[in-house]
């Protein structure tokens, strides 16, 4: 069975602290792990793909890791913003097929 | 072009009542996708197209629910007889043919009543 799991599934914390995001994925089928961002109401919005032959990758504030050998990725979100306000979705991409399987997120309050 | 867009973007219908949604990738994505998103859970795959062939379909596509690229360019997703358990969020996305970083819509929020 295809599952990605999402812990915690809330976090609240002041603005300034620097967090992480867990995902786990139990299928070793995934190559490919996406984090999006998710605002209420709308859309997804990619933040960082880390391909099967990385480790991390970088934009700004944001850094993922995957290891595959124990299912996991972690995303670290540094000196966190009231903006980053949001739910956070990891999604592993299937070495067979064409779809993304989901976690449920992370809902990220960063309190001012 | 700077996304993939959708509309529309909401829709309330009756139960019973048939819907259509539509959504434009971005314009040098020749993949594109369809999801459901339901309140509190991760979007689900529904279907995948490939230029204008639809290549997988997940087996929560039910028969009520069809879906067309018919030239590779934007896509419809329709369902018949709609159910209240047809509410939710349709998210379409979009890829390059060699990429696999997936690009989303804004969705479409259909409630059924």
């Known amino acids: 069975k295809q599952e990605v799991t999402q812990i915690p599934a809330a976090l609240s914390v002041p603005e300034g602290e620097n967090l992480v995001l867990n995902c786990s994925f139990t299928?070793?089928?995934?190559?490919?792990l996406q984090w999006f961002r998710q605002d209420p109401g709308k859309g997804l919005t990619s933040l960082l793909l880390?391909?099967?032959?990385?480790r991390e990758q970088t934009s700004g504030r944001l850094n993922a890791s995957l290891d595959k050998s124990s299912g996991r990725s972690t995303l670290y979100i540094a000196a966190s913003q009231p903006g980053d306000s949001a739910t956070y979705l990891c999604?592993?991409?299937?070495?067979?097929?064409?779809?993304?399987?989901f976690g449920a997120g992370t809902i990220l309050r960063v309190k001012s | 072009d700077t996304g993939v867009s959708q509309n529309p973007r909401h829709k309330i219908t009756k139960r019973g009542q048939n819907v259509t949604f539509r959504c434009d990738p971005i314009?040098?994505?020749?993949?594109l996708y369809w999801y459901r998103q339901t309140l509190g859970q991760g979007p689900e795959f529904l279907t995948y197209?490939?230029?204008?062939?639809?290549?997988?379909k997940s087996r929560l596509l039910s028969d009520r629910f069809s879906a067309e690229r018919p030239k590779g360019s934007f896509s419809t997703l329709e369902i018949q007889r709609t159910e209240q358990g047809d509410s939710a969020m349709y998210l379409c996305?979009?890829?390059?043919?060699?990429?696999?970083?997936?690009?989303f819509g804004p969705g479409t929020r259909l409630t059924v009543l």
């Open positions: 996305a979009s890829s390059q043919p060699a990429g696999t970083e997936r690009f």
């Open positions: 299928d070793s089928a995934i190559y490919n």
């Open positions: 880390i391909q099967s032959s990385q």
């Open positions: 999604a592993g991409h299937m070495e067979y097929g064409n779809k993304l399987v």
């Open positions: 314009s040098e994505h020749n993949r």
């Open positions: 197209f490939q230029n204008e062939a639809q290549l997988e």
